[in-house]
């Protein structure tokens, strides 16, 4: 790797000082000139700086997506609409994963979260401060919040599929994505989607009660309770959303624009979880409570949580100096409030107080974000030909836990109920400045000439939660607020809520030249210092080759990084329990902390990459494009989190049983931590290999009185391959059976995502009526579960699940050029009512051949699953006012047909056909069954879990038996 970053270093460098100096171009067409142009000839501002480079003269793959596609569909949320368009795009959908639920990050060719690079008119955005620590794809990661830029305010978005940190910087290994703003000075757009949810839960019988026995009710072998059904399928109504977005535009001076943009979006809690068969109450005088008949067993919530979302931009230029020059800003500010749950505490439950909750109590996770964005700048051409952009930005984001429907159970009868469990922040500055300039070389069609530098400040801060969430009391049991435990101050014997910041400055140079009219070279190379771990440079070259008209080949190599983020660097979390009268702490700890440093945690590098593209682009016809690419992404020194390194100790601390707890015990007794019972820290613990190729096909026609007509086919097939897994570092060299990365999380970065991936769609428009119809179908899916049984028995609850298609049906009728309505179909396989079309046989194959669900149990985490698949569909009604000028003056008439249209599609109960929501990576794209994982708490190990906490959970398939490993403890 060292050699190549030296080889493309050099030629760039050669290159870059033979010429002077250039700028990207900002600028962005009209959205309705945008979709209106056949899309291999849009002009692109991202993967280059060149003034007029097009899709198709592009030398690495790119897609480019206009705000009338993004918009023609029943989904509202930014990242669903991505993922239906571009193949490579992927969007998890994870449950009961704490934050994780309400901020859900999405990935591009199967790579992390943090590894794509997200631009807003070609400035950086910046990361949640939310770290994803719990069981999801992602793990360890924190990625771009995309859900916070609604595709009302979008002009387009373009997708570079190629690793481009040569270009842009760190987090640029699998490609870049860059959503441009709306820039309309006159007229406006308000659309209204609602709908609900409901769903028919194949597999999972509707229950009636208890089965009454002689003498109470029905016991099985295990200790759950017979339920009684009515053999139906369960049947869901939930998660009633409404969304409400708008944008227009106004003049500023002569030729200026401020473009205004605003997305309210509330959504209800979906629950897809099962009924729960244990027993609830204690007995009472050796009987079962008689309210075991009357409980309801839909005590779980386990699907979407409640959300309700308040989004606003702003982006506005004005023309300086006739022309010449151009002041620009753009703003943006997020609200987000968040509610989810963790699993249900039965009365009896040890960690209930029954003083306080006589039936047992549902944790409810409320989370609130707030975030805030502004960037200025001035750009523009001076003497010679020189273009310029200067400007400085600035971001913060904010993440903050409530807990409520809690209790601290060392607090006894005097707990509280909710608690403020603390939060995180995130601060980012960013100055840059671009220069380019075209240059007359006889010997070349074209070149231009860049160069820049970037100044960037960043700051990560842990706010402690109040005093109750994380302390504990005299009445033992597990301190802090179930569900959540609050941030502590000191956690490890650090304090850790002091500010944590690093800067870095960077500087590039890139050309990019048309040496003649069939080729075209790309050279760039980029150089970044770190205050925190150093620096690291990096170079690429790519081309393109067109030996005749309607072929052309391209390729591209390049090196990469990203550098370890604050979060990895500096998050900090424990939860405390009683065991024997000693109050034990289970932690996630930053690498500089004295514990984790003891067992052998080291100061994080970047993750370094080398990637190579060979692609061909076919357009044997006008408006036809046809684009095949192949790719392989290696990286070195991935960064991850370890599993819980879990001490054993015996009643007076010492170290006890048997390997790796025991020689784990002894390496933190010998240091001088004697109450830290197990530990997780960050490590660069993997080399991976990532091979793939992406398949782009469009076809647009004009039809005459017929309409028009535009197909799109996409098709990705991706794989991740690990070359290497870290070996136990330092003093944890010597333990014996220490495992760093677990088979799980292995098995989740190799299999957790489709392999492969398949878009169509089809738009059709005559006169005052549209169509469009999208097809998604999502490779299989491999869930790994944790072990059945002891340790070492080899046997796991893994879970394949078949592939599935989503369609989405959208019908559009415009009754002037004002008022706009339209009503949305999704469907997923196995769908039900109107949409029998799918045969029973097909759906029977849909639910494969898994039908004996198990409590799993593992040292990091609980899973259990249920053999249970969802027949969906989704009909969203949705109704737009267009305008050019003067939209904000409506006639009487005009108000009148909006409550009409209100009526319309009140009257017409449009449904939201859920889902079923499968844990972490399966869920956004399987649909078929349920899933349900223990609400792991950061750095709580299950092995600290209180008695009876191994009994059965939920989701149990009411037509079969299993029997609980005594392993088994869920939190």
């Known amino acids: 790797?060292?050699?190549?970053?030296?080889?493309?270093?050099?030629?760039?460098?050669?290159?870059?000082?033979?010429?002077?100096?250039?700028?990207?171009?900002?600028?962005?067409?009209?959205?309705?000139?945008?979709?209106?142009?056949?899309?291999?000839?849009?002009?692109?501002?991202?993967?280059?700086?060149?003034?007029?480079?097009?899709?198709?003269?592009?030398?690495?793959?790119?897609?480019?997506?206009?705000?009338?596609?993004?918009?023609?569909?029943?989904?509202?949320?930014?990242?669903?609409?991505?993922?239906?368009?571009?193949?490579?795009?992927?969007?998890?959908?994870?449950?009961?994963?704490?934050?994780?639920?309400?901020?859900?990050?999405?990935?591009?060719?199967?790579?992390?979260?943090?590894?794509?690079?997200?631009?807003?008119?070609?400035?950086?955005?910046?990361?949640?401060?939310?770290?994803?620590?719990?069981?999801?794809?992602?793990?360890?990661?924190?990625?771009?919040?995309?859900?916070?830029?609604?595709?009302?305010?979008?002009?387009?978005?373009?997708?570079?599929?190629?690793?481009?940190?040569?270009?842009?910087?760190?987090?640029?290994?699998?490609?870049?994505?860059?959503?441009?703003?709306?820039?309309?000075?006159?007229?406006?757009?308000?659309?209204?989607?609602?709908?609900?949810?409901?769903?028919?839960?194949?597999?999972?019988?509707?229950?009636?009660?208890?089965?009454?026995?002689?003498?109470?009710?029905?016991?099985?072998?295990?200790?759950?309770?017979?339920?009684?059904?009515?053999?139906?399928?369960?049947?869901?109504?939930?998660?009633?959303?409404?969304?409400?977005?708008?944008?227009?535009?106004?003049?500023?001076?002569?030729?200026?624009?401020?473009?205004?943009?605003?997305?309210?979006?509330?959504?209800?809690?979906?629950?897809?979880?099962?009924?729960?068969?244990?027993?609830?109450?204690?007995?009472?005088?050796?009987?079962?409570?008689?309210?075991?008949?009357?409980?309801?067993?839909?005590?779980?919530?386990?699907?979407?949580?409640?959300?309700?979302?308040?989004?606003?931009?702003?982006?506005?230029?004005?023309?300086?100096?006739?022309?010449?020059?151009?002041?620009?800003?753009?703003?943006?500010?997020?609200?987000?409030?968040?509610?989810?749950?963790?699993?249900?505490?039965?009365?009896?439950?040890?960690?209930?107080?029954?003083?306080?909750?006589?039936?047992?109590?549902?944790?409810?996770?409320?989370?609130?974000?707030?975030?805030?964005?502004?960037?200025?700048?001035?750009?523009?051409?001076?003497?010679?030909?020189?273009?310029?952009?200067l400007s400085a930005g600035h971001a913060e984001n904010d993440f903050d836990f409530l807990i409520s429907n809690t209790l601290n159970r060392s607090f006894g009868p005097a707990s509280p109920t909710r608690f403020d469990s603390g939060g995180l922040r995130y601060r980012q500055t960013l100055v840059n400045l671009d220069l380019s300039k075209d240059l007359p070389f006889g010997f070349a069609n074209s070149v231009t000439a860049s160069a820049g530098a970037e100044y960037r400040r960043e700051a990560f801060q842990i706010r402690p939660g109040e005093n109750g969430s994380f302390a504990g009391g005299t009445f033992g049991g597990a301190s802090g607020s179930q569900g959540f435990p609050g941030f502590a101050p000191v956690i490890g014997g650090q304090q850790v809520d002091q500010e944590r910041s690093r800067h870095n400055v960077s500087a590039y140079a890139e050309l990019d030249a048309s040496i003649t009219g069939a080729f075209n070279l790309q050279l760039a190379g980029r150089y970044e210092d770190y205050s925190d771990f150093g620096s690291d440079w990096n170079g690429k070259v790519a081309a393109r080759f067109a030996p005749f008209d309607g072929v052309a080949l391209r390729g591209s190599i390049s090196t990469g990084f990203r550098a370890p983020s604050l979060q990895q660097q500096f998050f900090a979390a424990q939860a405390t329990n009683n065991v024997n009268g000693q109050l034990l702490e289970t932690v996630t700890l930053p690498v500089d902390n004295p514990i984790a440093i003891a067992l052998g945690a080291t100061p994080l590098r970047p993750e370094t990459s080398v990637s190579y593209s060979a692609g061909v682009v076919l357009q044997p016809l006008r408006r036809v494009n046809l684009t095949v690419d192949v790719y392989q992404v290696s990286i070195d020194d991935r960064i991850v989190v370890t599993e819980n390194l879990s001490a054993s100790r015996d009643a007076a601390g010492n170290p006890s049983g048997g390997n790796p707890g025991r020689a784990i015990a002894e390496i933190l007794n010998n240091a001088g931590f004697r109450t830290t019972n197990a530990a997780r820290f960050f490590v660069n613990g993997l080399d991976t290999r990532t091979r793939g190729v992406d398949v782009v096909g469009t076809y647009g026609v004009d039809i005459g009185a017929a309409g028009s007509l535009t197909l799109t086919a996409g098709f990705n097939y991706n794989e991740t391959k690990l070359e290497r897994i870290l070996a136990a570092p330092g003093p944890l060299a010597s333990v014996p059976g220490v495992v760093l990365f677990g088979r799980q999380e292995q098995l989740r970065l190799t299999s957790g995502q489709p392999k492969d991936k398949i878009n169509l769609s089809l738009d059709y428009e005559q006169g005052m009526f549209g169509l469009t119809a999208r097809g998604t179908r999502y490779g299989e899916v491999f869930a790994a579960g944790g072990e059945l049984g002891p340790a070492g028995s080899g046997i796991f609850n893994d879970?394949?699940?078949?592939?599935?298609?989503?369609?989405?049906?959208?019908?559009?009728?415009?009754?002037?050029?004002?008022?706009?309505?339209?009503?949305?179909?999704?469907?997923?396989?196995?769908?039900?009512?109107?949409?029998?079309?799918?045969?029973?046989?097909?759906?029977?194959?849909?639910?494969?051949?898994?039908?004996?669900?198990?409590?799993?149990?593992?040292?990091?985490r609980s899973t259990l699953r249920s053999d249970s698949t969802v027949d969906s569909c989704m009909d969203v009604c949705r109704f737009s006012f267009r305008g050019r000028t003067h939209w904000g003056y409506r006639t009487t008439n005009e108000v009148v047909a909006l409550v009409a249209m209100k009526f319309l599609i009140l009257r017409s109960k449009p449904v939201l056909h859920a889902s079923s929501q499968t844990e972490g990576a399966a869920s956004a794209w399987h649909r078929g069954r349920a899933t349900a994982t223990a609400d792991h708490q950061p750095g709580r190990a299950l092995a600290a879990s209180p008695p009876g906490a191994a009994q059965l959970l939920t989701m149990l398939h009411p037509k079969t038996r299993t029997t609980i490993p005594a392993a088994a403890a869920l939190d």
């Open 799 to 860: 879970l394949r699940m078949a592939p599935k298609w989503v369609v989405d049906l959208e019908l559009r009728a415009r009754a002037d050029e004002m008022v706009e309505f339209s009503v949305q179909t999704i469907c997923w396989m196995n769908t039900p009512i109107w949409c029998r079309w799918v045969k029973r046989e097909q759906r029977q194959m849909a639910l494969r051949s898994f039908t004996r669900p198990q409590a799993i149990s593992s040292r990091s």
């Open 1 to 389: 790797m060292k050699f190549l970053k030296a080889t493309l270093l050099t030629s760039i460098a050669t290159a870059a000082f033979t010429s002077p100096l250039h700028a990207q171009n900002q600028d962005t067409a009209d959205e309705r000139n945008t979709a209106a142009v056949d899309p291999s000839e849009r002009i692109i501002v991202t993967g280059t700086r060149a003034a007029n480079r097009t899709v198709a003269d592009s030398p690495v793959p790119i897609d480019v997506l206009s705000a009338e596609i993004l918009t023609q569909s029943g989904y509202t949320e930014t990242n669903r609409l991505l993922a239906q368009q571009v193949p490579s795009f992927n969007f998890p959908q994870p449950s009961i994963t704490d934050g994780t639920d309400v901020v859900r990050p999405a990935t591009l060719r199967g790579l992390s979260p943090d590894q794509t690079l997200v631009l807003i008119n070609g400035k950086r955005r910046h990361t949640t401060a939310l770290l994803n620590i719990n069981g999801s794809v992602g793990r360890g990661s924190s990625a771009v919040d995309i859900n916070l830029i609604p595709a009302i305010a979008l002009n387009r978005v373009e997708v570079l599929r190629d690793g481009a940190a040569a270009q842009y910087g760190s987090d640029a290994i699998a490609g870049v994505i860059n959503f441009q703003l709306s820039d309309r000075r006159e007229g406006g757009q308000i659309k209204i989607n609602y709908g609900t949810y409901v769903t028919r839960v194949s597999g999972i019988e509707e229950v009636t009660g208890v089965a009454p026995g002689a003498t109470g009710p029905t016991v099985r072998a295990d200790g759950t309770y017979v339920l009684n059904t009515t053999g139906e399928d369960r049947k869901v109504t939930d998660g009633q959303t409404i969304t409400i977005a708008g944008v227009f535009g106004l003049p500023l001076a002569q030729e200026g624009h401020v473009t205004l943009s605003a997305q309210y979006q509330y959504r209800e809690p979906t629950n897809r979880s099962g009924y729960d068969p244990r027993r609830q109450f204690p007995l009472v005088n050796g009987a079962p409570d008689a309210r075991e008949f009357t409980f309801d067993r839909l005590s779980h919530r386990y699907g979407d949580p409640m959300t309700r979302d308040l989004n606003l931009f702003m982006n506005a230029g004005l023309p300086l100096a006739g022309d010449a020059a151009e002041l620009y800003a753009f703003a943006s500010y997020g609200n987000r409030d968040g509610q989810s749950a963790a699993f249900y505490r039965t009365a009896g439950d040890a960690r209930n107080v029954l003083a306080i909750y006589p039936e047992g109590f549902l944790p409810l996770i409320n989370t609130e974000l707030d975030d805030r964005a502004g960037t200025v700048g001035l750009r523009g051409e001076v003497g010679g030909g020189f273009r310029y952009d």
